[in-house]
């Protein structure tokens, strides 16, 4: 048996028999991991009230390596008062962790992953920006930092560059663009729109305007169903 004493975020919980809950967390030493938490329900000292999404926690995990793991002791370390008081950025973390709930692989660090979700969480929080640019500048970060970055720049099919000035088809299944000799793709991309993804892809500060964040929120939801495979 082995210890695992990680910072984590806690991305669903579900209530198994009297009183025990198993949580799904992310957690930055170990990647994601499903934990029994016994007496959860019953108001555990051990566990009292940290189980909650958006603040940062601190627990102690037992592994035997079977598929789930045991908690053991859990508090919050960072509390995010700021995220839990608005509905827009609580619904942009939600949205967030679900996304990492389904894309990342079991028991896989994921430091990038770690990293994004919790610049989105502390950046909510403080409420200075938007949160729909926010979430869609975690989204396209949540699919390069697992390997599915959408390309906007050029046609995923023959590698063609389309270019900056005109508007693009994208395909967020095939990982992005595709041009019109390979077929094209039902979504069109305006150039502004495609240059605010490509900015907001890598990390610039620039904001996207509220429309242009809500179509790239469509296709990056898009690209995480089609990778996750999940329900939306
Ligand atoms: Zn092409």
Known sequence: MSRIESEALVVRTVEVGEADVIATLVTQQAGKLSA?????????????????????????????GAELVTLKESRIVRTRAGVVASLDALDAAGTALRWARHLFPPRTPEPEGWRILIELLDVLDAGHAAPRAELARAGLGLLAAV??????????????????????????????????????????????????????????????TASEAETILQVVDRAMAA?????R
């Open 36 to 64: 029994i938490v016994r007496g959860a329900r019953k108001g555990s000292r051990r566990v009292g009230g940290a189980l909650e999404p958006v603040h940062t926690i601190a627990v102690l995990l037992e592994d035997r």
């Open 147 to 208: 390997g599915y970055a959408l390309d906007l720049g050029r046609c995923v099919v023959c590698g063609r560059e389309c270019p900056e000035s005109k508007a693009a088809c994208i395909d967020p299944a095939r990982g992005g663009l595709v041009c019109r000799s390979c077929g094209g793709a039902a979504t069109v991309l305006l150039p502004e729109v495609r240059a605010a993804a490509r900015s907001l892809g890598e990390g610039q500060t620039t904001s996207a």
């Open 227 to 231: 990778h996750a495979g999940f329900e």
